[in-house]
């Protein structure tokens, strides 16, 4: 059995030696009868990827036991894709573990895509609503033509939809993105300076949006959607990775800057937070930054809950403090941090000075696919955070 992975990647390389240059795959995951998320699957070496425009996530293989599928494992995420391969194909399905009974088909074929040119008029920023006929929330498209594909996302005031990459075609737009976690799709009619369309989100979801070519397009901004009241103080209590209490303020924390994540592990905003949190507290180490992220999981049993805040550490090599609160719910997030007017947004950070005062709390996340919004926001945390340990 050892010798299959090779073997497997022969059959996909198409050759008896291993290919020093990338084969892209074009995958397609199967949401509807007639409609699929588009995806590339990019294979080099003995090495397995998936490519969302500017964002490549590499991918675990791992046998699946007397079987003929292999099964490439997320990173981040507790979900895979189990493959069949047959020279040029690869058929199976993505399987979300974090979710019961969650799969979704999937093929893909190695053969040489025609890249279109893309509508130029798509390049720029959007002014969106979503379910503009029920409970519309606003959002801001940011789109650009890189290498004849369209790449780009939507920020939202609860976050943004990271890296999407597509195509447009006479009159039609289409973009996605698949990290794992959520598998995104997004069509649109292309229409002067507007858009109209449907959101797909997996096999569960769906909702029109539309959108309208706006240069000024804005949301509010993030520090004021959540406030706090200060004559509550800041006090919790949740269970450590190794099940024993930990309580904040504690004796270790004094005359410290605290930065709280209130996220998931299954939330790919908070994943992008908490790699960035990372490198912030790489300049300060924990003598002086204290970074505790509180965890709300999607599992219904704390053993789970744990452990997949365990894999999210190792994978990521974290060093922060991590709990585990409950169940992924902001109502619940709420009723741990009443001093909050409410939790709007996984993930919602705390900005805490060496008082234990909250002097900022930001909701959501502008990630490294939202470019000078995210260039923005790190210079602005960088900035404030020097401020607070210097104070």
């Known amino acids: 059995m050892k010798a299959l992975i090779p073997i497997l990647t022969l059959i996909f390389c198409n050759s008896f030696a291993f ?13 509807q009868a007639t409609k699929t998320l588009e995806f ?14 500017l964002e490549i996530i590499p991918l675990q ?17 507790n979900s895979f894709l189990r493959c069949k391969i047959k020279r040029r194909k690869i058929t199976g399905y993505w399987k979300n573990l974090q979710k019961d009974n969650y799969k979704i088909s999937f093929s893909a074929t190695y053969k040489s895509q025609k890249k279109e040119i893309p509508n130029a008029e798509i390049q720029g920023k959007w002014s969106v609503v979503f379910s503009p006929n029920d409970k519309p929330y606003a959002a801001v498209g940011i789109f650009e033509i890189v290498d ?4 780009g996302t939507f920020m939202t005031e609860t976050g943004d939809y990271r890296y999407l990459s597509g195509t447009t075609q006479n009159d039609s737009l289409k ?25 797909f989100s997996g096999l569960h979801y769906q909702t029109d ?34 099940g024993l209490y930990y309580s904040y303020p504690n004796h270790l924390s004094k005359e410290k800057v605290a930065i709280i994540m209130l996220m998931g592990t299954w939330c790919p905003n908070c994943v992008d937070e908490a ?23 999607v599992s219904e049993s704390e ?9 999210f550490v190792l994978q990521n090599q974290l060093n922060f403090t991590f709990l585990v609160a409950g169940k992924a719910s902001k109502v619940l997030a709420q009723q741990h941090f009443p001093m909050l007017n409410h939790v709007m947004s996984f993930p919602t950070t705390l900005y805490v000075d060496k008082k234990g005062v909250i002097r900022k709390i930001y909701t959501g996340f502008y990630g490294p696919a939202t470019g000078s919004y995210h260039e923005e926001y790190t210079k602005e945390t960088y900035s404030f955070i020097h401020d607070l340990i210097n104070e």
């Open 61 to 77: 293989k791992k046998l699946v036991p007397n079987t003929d599928s292999l099964d490439l494992v997320f990173p981040n995420f």
């Open 148 to 151: 004849n594909q369209v790449q």
């Open 275 to 297: 790699i960035f949190f990372k490198k912030l507290q790489s300049l300060y180490g924990k003598e002086r930054l204290d970074i505790i992220a509180v965890c709300y999981e």
């Open 209 to 242: 949006w539309v959108a309208v070519k706006d240069e000024n397009a804005a949301l509010r901004s993030p520090y004021n959607l959540t406030s706090v009241d200060q004559e509550q103080s800041l006090r919790f209590t949740f269970s450590d990775l190794n």
């Open 40 to 53: 590339t699957i990019r294979i080099q070496n003995n090495d397995f990827f998936i490519v969302n425009g």
């Open 175 to 199: 973009l996605a993105t698949f990290n794992g976690s959520h598998a995104f799709f997004f069509c649109a009619k292309i229409s002067a300076d507007t858009l109209k369309g449907t959101f």
């Open 303 to 311: 053993e789970k809950r744990r452990a997949a805040v365990q894999k």
């Open 19 to 31: 290919q020093v240059h990338c084969r892209d795959y074009h995958a397609s995951l199967h949401l």
